[in-house]
């Protein structure tokens, strides 16, 4: 199994620019969680879908940042506007049945300039 | 609202050292503790914890929680250049099935 995949994995835009992040799960997991890192804030959860239905988006910022899932194979999270202080690591994780066993993708670094 | 809180933010030991990472949370309906290594892309699962004193080990790696006093702590032995990483302390809790991530340790070693 390739793990769970993320694109891209840099990106770099300027501000007022839409982003728009993707995440592939690992194949048969039926959760899937949106991450952002920060060094001053660590991991935080964003929002989390179980069987494609969004379950848990208080951790979503603001409006400006929305996510989807619209099947069980493909996520995705979109900023817009962008703003430099979105600038973070956005992690995808996935699993199945146990919350506790969450597989990460590598990541997607995005810099907004 | 859930809160972790690791110790110390960061730590530099020379190799074959000992150390020992801190964790310590306040969670409303607490179910498992767990532990994550991160090197320079997503973190990877080392242990979880649901129940006092029971120690986890793997390798060089050991970890134990005390639920009383809501800490865990993780031991690494005879440390190696490899083990240095960003470690990381979750928790989880019945009802929102959310991960609450503490801020983590860095952790170098040097040779």
């Known amino acids: 199994d390739a793990g769970v995949i993320q694109s891209p994995r840099h990106e770099v835009t300027e501000m007022g620019q839409e982003v728009t992040l993707r995440c592939k799960p690992i194949?048969?997991?039926?959760?899937l969680f949106w991450y952002r890192q920060t060094m001053m804030r660590g991991l935080e959860l964003l929002i989390y879908?179980?069987?494609?239905?969004?379950?848990?988006d208080s951790g979503m910022p603001e409006d400006r940042f929305s996510a989807k899932m619209p099947n069980a194979s493909f996520s995705t999270l979109k900023i817009q506007p962008s703003e430099p202080r979105d600038s973070a690591v956005y992690f995808c994780?996935?699993?199945?049945?146990?919350?506790?066993?969450?597989?990460f993708g590598p990541g997607t670094r995005l810099l907004v300039l | 609202e859930d809160k972790v809180v690791q110790s110390p933010l960061s730590l530099v030991v020379h190799e074959g050292d000992t150390v020992t990472l801190n964790c310590s949370y306040e969670?409303?309906?607490?179910?498992?503790l767990l532990w994550y290594k991160q090197e320079k892309k997503a973190p990877t699962f080392l242990f979880m914890l649901?129940?006092?004193?029971i120690e986890k080990k793997s390798g060089r790696l050991s970890s134990i929680l005390d639920k009383k006093e809501l800490f865990s702590i993780l031991n690494i032995t005879a440390t190696q250049t490899g083990d240095s990483a960003v470690y990381l302390c979750?928790?989880?809790?019945?009802?929102?099935?959310?991960?609450?991530f503490g801020t983590g340790t860095r952790l170098t070693i040097i040779p």
């Open positions: 994780a996935s699993t199945t049945g146990a919350r506790e066993t969450q597989y």
């Open positions: 194949s048969g997991h039926n959760s």
């Open positions: 879908f179980n069987n494609n239905v969004p379950i848990d």
């Open positions: 969670v409303t309906n607490f179910r498992s």
């Open positions: 649901t129940s006092s004193g």
């Open positions: 979750a928790v989880i809790n019945f009802g929102n099935e959310k991960l609450t």
